[in-house]
């Protein structure tokens, strides 16, 4: 196997080591958060996860959807997280409010669809009260039945703070959380290339999983697993050699070179079926393809910058590497995206409202309406599927209930990771398990889990 026989964990891998002058390839400098093993109560105890719920979750922001999904004024989606649910309503041009998710009447579930819109109002299918957009209490059916002390109160919807940054909606339950910015760390910066307002979602699905969340999470935050679970995707990507960058508040990323096979791999020398593929969709003919196996990355970065260009979208300020490879950020504790000048891809991991041993995951695909059709990785990865963004309405979310539909709406690479999970979860309550391992190929998933603990010890 060709891989770094001297690997130093301090210096890590630079996926460009010859590029100097762009700044976001810029390695981050190596933070040494030990090597102890992680307690593996953390993924079923109760008691953890109520912790978890009052000291980390109720204090961080939250991601909670996008502001395309939201254009006009009086449309809203709902967001659950744990035992709670918000209503994210856009209440103005350049105005988004989000509110606890409840009747102040009975505390039934004011709304109850996913996405929709409203003309000026809220009513509350019970008795029928109405909230402004603005969360205020409007109307109470037969008031006069009210004792009016009964009524005395602030009985508007409870607002929780709510912030955008690049066309993401977080919010928070804390009214002392410090600004989104200060906890998206370098996000904002390291996204500002991307025009993520003007992306749309063309896919959302939810499934939910027997595991915790973090066991969840924990797959999808290294690339160490991928040649043992996935080695169908190792032909054309290079699953060794990736530059894994640790930030401030738990932020962390990797990038990981697609169009460049796995040095794991035998043949190092053959235009296998895999970089064929991408090729072909890039729209090069590998017949033609001349160049040595290391000019194939930049064959298709130059193929996806003519298709961009074609189409009117200046591709100057992206380097080679972002037209080609994956680009994965990921925002603490519980979302990464992949972020691309044509699309992006979030997956999330959502805790359950009552059982550690349970979790809800999403993903959304998300296609910039500019640069819509299929891209390499898209397709090497079976990420999305083509749309017509010409029509142009966005889908539903879809519940993924039974295994043929788990297969089908994750893709093969989603669904193998399922299989892996479920077999995880259960160790983690073995007598015979004493801790989570991890070797510096795993180190995001103990940056996010340092951040985890920051939060929790805090009294
Ligand atoms: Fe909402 Fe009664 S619970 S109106």
Not at 384 to 393: E, G, Q, W
């Amino acid at each position: 196997m060709n891989v770094k026989q001297d690997f130093d964990f301090r210096q890590g891998i630079v996926l460009e080591p010859e590029v100097s002058d762009f700044p976001l390839l810029k390695k981050a400098p190596f933070i040494d958060e030990g090597t102890d093993p992680i307690d593996p109560s953390r993924y079923y105890s109760p008691k953890f996860m109520a912790r978890e719920w009052d000291k980390m979750w109720s204090r961080i922001w939250n991601f909670a959807g996008f502001s395309s999904d939201i254009p006009d004024i009086g449309d809203y989606f709902t967001y659950d997280l744990g035992p709670e649910s918000f209503l994210i309503v856009r209440t103005g041009e350049g105005s988004v409010e989000a509110y606890y998710n409840v009747c102040q009447h009975r505390g039934r579930r004011l709304v109850e669809g996913d996405f929709g819109s409203v003309a000026d109002s809220f009513t509350c299918p019970f008795h029928g009260w109405q909230y402004g957009l603005d969360g205020s209490l409007k109307q109470v059916t037969d008031r006069e039945t009210f004792r009016p002390e009964a009524l005395c109160g602030d009985l508007g919807l409870k607002r929780v703070r709510c912030e955008t940054e690049n066309g993401m909606i977080f919010l928070t339950i804390d009214s002392s959380a410090p600004p989104l910015k200060d906890a998206l760390g370098i996000i904002p910066e390291h996204f500002a290339p991307f025009d993520i307002p003007k992306m749309k979602v063309v896919k959302e699905v939810t499934v939910e999983w027997p595991v915790n969340w973090k066991t969840a999470a924990d797959v999808f935050y290294e690339a160490y697993h991928v040649h043992v679970l996935h080695p169908q995707i190792t032909g054309a990507m290079d699953d060794y050699n990736v530059q894994i960058d640790l930030y401030d508040k738990g932020v962390s990323r990797f990038l990981v070179a697609f169009g460049r096979i796995s040095p794991r791999w035998l043949d190092q020398e053959s235009l296998n079926d895999d970089l064929k593929g991408m090729l072909s969709v890039a729209g090069l003919d590998d017949a033609d393809f001349t160049g040595n196996l290391s000019s194939v990355r930049s064959a298709i970065a130059s193929a996806m910058r003519s298709k961009f260009e074609a189409k009117g979208h200046d591709c100057s300020s992206y380097h080679d590497s972002q037209l080609v490879d994956s680009w994965n950020y990921g925002i603490f504790p519980n979302v990464q995206i992949g972020i691309y000048p044509e699309g992006a891809l979030v997956q999330r991991w959502r805790p359950h409202p009552t059982d550690p041993e349970k979790c809800f995951f999403d993903v959304l695909n998300l296609v910039h309406p500019e640069l819509a059709g299929l891209s390499p990785r898209d397709a090497y990865l079976d990420w999305r599927s083509d749309v017509n963004l010409d029509k142009y309405t966005r889908p539903p979310r879809q519940i993924l209930r039974t295994e043929e539909e788990q297969r089908s709406g994750l893709g093969l690479v989603g669904y193998q990771d399922y299989e892996n999970i479920i077999k995880v979860q259960p160790g983690m309550r073995s007598k015979g398990y004493e801790g989570v391992v991890l070797c510096e190929q795993e180190s995001r998933i103990r940056h996010y889990h340092t951040e985890i603990d920051r939060y929790l010890s805090v009294s």
